[in-house]
């Protein structure tokens, strides 16, 4: 039986730990992390490009079992682990982790990106498709009248993604690096689109496999 509360008092704990004033200047190379299914499988990937050309330096993929279910807000717990293992793959750390899912925009503020950042120590970035929680004033994100993501349409008549810092960097910094990764035509910044399709590669080359095993 999976203790809810001690999992979101230890959040708590290490959300004290978080530090979003960081303005990077020396970006050089990007990653993108991301995760898919297959059954009870997690399969996530995560691939390195360089930050001025969005060329791919390296790209890692680590399959393993989900040990819990999924809760909201609690979902590093279920797929934090995964990512972890992948990074750990790489043979050079990349500056800035964008990672699929929220950074501060959180209720207890510490998202997958966050709670990756604390565990990684690197600069983390959260990029969602859907709006977790706060207000939106100007595209700027707001929880009890403090700024803690950005609304960005980044393709024409496309919902807009919401980005919000992981740790290790600005909310100006997060938005910046987020604009410098965009490749038309696609809504996700380059590294995380790249994750996602890579991600998709493997989910498709493993379920022939398994398939074929049946």
Not at 2 to 17: H, S, V, Y
């Amino acid at each position: 039986m999976i203790d809810l509360n001690k999992l979101k008092k230890e959040q708590l704990k290490l959300a004290k730990k978080i530090t979003t004033n960081q303005n990077l200047k020396k970006i050089i190379s990007v990653a993108g992390a991301s995760r898919a299914y297959i059954g009870n499988k997690i399969i996530s990937s995560v691939v390195v490009c360089d930050y001025k050309s969005l060329k791919v330096i390296e790209k890692q993929h680590s399959i393993s079992e989900a040990k819990i279910p999924y809760t909201s807000g609690l979902l590093f717990y279920r797929e934090g682990p995964s990512i972890i293992e992948t990074y750990n793959k790489l043979e050079k750390r990349p500056d800035v982790l964008i990672v699929e899912g929220n950074g501060i925009l959180h209720p207890r503020k510490i998202g997958m990106a966050s709670h990756l950042g604390i565990l990684l120590d690197i600069p983390t970035i959260g990029v969602a498709k859907r709006l977790m929680l706060g207000q939106i004033r100007e595209k700027t994100i707001y929880s009890d009248k403090e700024a803690i993501g950005y609304e960005l349409t980044t393709k024409e008549h496309s919902k807009p993604i919401y980005i919000s810092p992981g740790h290790k960097i600005s909310l100006k910094s997060s938005l910046e690096v987020i604009k410098g990764c965009l490749r038309f035509p696609h809504k996700l910044p380059e590294p995380l689109h790249l994750a996602h399709k890579y991600t998709n590669k493997v989910k498709n080359e493993s379920s022939i496999i398994e398939n074929t095993k049946n």
